[in-house]
């Protein structure tokens, strides 16, 4: 197979096709190359129809990115000009924007021009690195792999004491004792971190606790094993992947690019309801502990809010409030959302500082 | 790579979706080519896209054609080898020593070797169909050993050795996206995404899948869930839903109902949650005689 071939001319493009992908963010690799020049021998090809299938079948774009795929289709075999913005040859950038999930949610009202551009130099102009908050960050990632909520899971460990006989042990003790087993071995039910949702609320009200929020996101992200985390302001996007980065401006630099509604208005309601709609998202949520950091404050009819959270509640395992104002222990919701949320989660606490942030969310596991 | 251009009688993306037809499946072209190719190549296929748009079912249709059996595997959270490859059966081998006494006995025998789908695939790779559904809801772990199986298409038991398959069984996976599959996993599939069908295509799906079902009151439902569709629903109906409504109402309007009010009496089989049936309680009426007139 490693000799040298001679490709013909109408191949090329089959084969730099790939490198193309690859420039352009898409996971394409060397044998999905091979398997694509191959597949379109299969096809004849006819039609140029089934070059583009094969391509899709192939290397196996994601829906939310089909956009980017065909435009760099377009480019590559039609000679057609990339009319969009196609994301820059950024090999080294190990996240991609999710331009999917950022157009999931439409304004309903006009975001202000240039916020983008704002968000970024506030982002970078607040400062927030009081010792206190990197030290309740560092409290954090020490103890939460063992104060995290868990759940028991589907597989078995052995035990001391368990429930369950273990049977291939005991066959093995038997086997070493001639068919003699003095004591029956046993197991019981592992226990698995329980997933993380994390919904950022950054609209206007919420401005001063946008970055205390993303770091805090940022910190959980690196000692969660299964976390999704959400920002909702006048839309709806996705930002787990940039936060995945473990060098943290990184991750902020890259969090605030995806995110274009920057202390905007607020519609919480409306966003969560884009959250519930879209079943992918709406999974995240099952049976996970939902963490939502947010004032609640609603511009308009607090019932979409209201019914929104009603649904949360019933798919999450529970749901930990944080808000600002929570921050006085005799606190009680003053708004009329807000007074039927209460009813609803599981506890609201005090988002209004990041130590406070830090205690609620490693005791939410403690039983209520 | 081992090419396989033509497999069982077809030498084509047409030929497929001719047989899928017979078979009573609707598949697109696009569907039609992944999967050809997916058999051309010996590349495990895999279908994601909304639960109810017909990834089982399109499995089912592939293994009917092919004239062989499926053996399915539904992953959850938590599945592991003993689910899905084998499992020794240990009550059988500890009786056995105790009833063989001083004579000598092969406790690892495949008399006491429990076959669970991905061995039993592996064993007759040219008979059966592997469906591996919903793979998204295994965890991590278990994708990982599964980028192992579908490279090789071995299993190694530690006690007896590696089986492993004689020619390339056919794979399908199917994800309902409720999480992303790891890249290493994609890139060994070749992949389709199901969307929604359009409505002419549906309306010939109904009347495929639902005998009872005439034409006309096809045309209806698929005009009538394409409208729902559109609202912002927590579950939005699949076309399962679609064949289900089209019969439940057609059952309906034989025993006396009146048509709009067949379709409203027999919502509950296609829209499933009570928020939903509320979000479009004043609505649903005007919705539903719009699609009908």
Redesign the interface.
Known sequence: MSRPVAVPRAAMPLLTFAPLLRANGF?A?P??S??FV??VG???PRRM??LY??A?????P??DR?DAFDALYRAHFLGQSLSAPAPGPEEEQAFEPEDGAAELFDPTEENTSGAEATAVESLSGRSFSAQEEVEALRRFRRMAQGRLPRRT???LRTARQGTRPH??R??KD??KRD?E?LTLPVQKR?T?QRRLLVLIDISGSMKTETDRSLRFAHALMGVADRCEVFTLGTRLTRITRPLKLKHRTAAMEGASAVVSDWDGGTRLGDAL??F??V??Y???A?SACVIVLSDGLERGEPAPLV?AVD?LSRLAWRILWLSPLAADPSYRPQTEAMRHIAQMVGRIGSGASLPAVVDEVLNVARPV | ?A?T?VISGIA??ADLAEALRDAQYLAG??LS??A???L??G?PL?L?G??GVGKTEGAKAIASILGRQLVRLQC?????ASAALYE?N??R??LA??Q?GNEYVN?YADDFLVARPMLEALRHPSDTVLLIDEIDRA?HEFEAFLLEFLSDFSISIPETGTVRAEVQPVVILTS?????LH?AL??R?????I?YPDAAREATIVMMRASTVTRETAAKVVRAVSALREE?????PGVAETVEWAEAATLLNTQGSTWPLAFRRAIGVSLKAQ?DVTVLADRLDALIDDAVA
């Open positions: 996971p690799s044998d999905q091979q398997s191959t597949a299969l096809l004849g129809d089934d299938r094969a899709c079948a192939i290397f196996g994601a829906p089909i899971s589907r597989r049977l291939r005991a066959l038997a086997v068919g087993l592992r698995a309801a884009a519930l709609s079943p992918r709406a999974g995240f099952r019914s649904r | 790579m090419v251009p084509g993306p072209e696009d080519t992944a050809y190719l997916a051309a190549l590349k895999l994601e909304a639960p959850y959270e938590g599945i592991d020794w240990y009550p081998q500890m020593i105790r063989a406790i965890d309902n996206r409720t999480r992303e890249e994609r890139r599939c070749v992949y389709h995404y969307g912002p629903l927590a579950k939005a928020a």
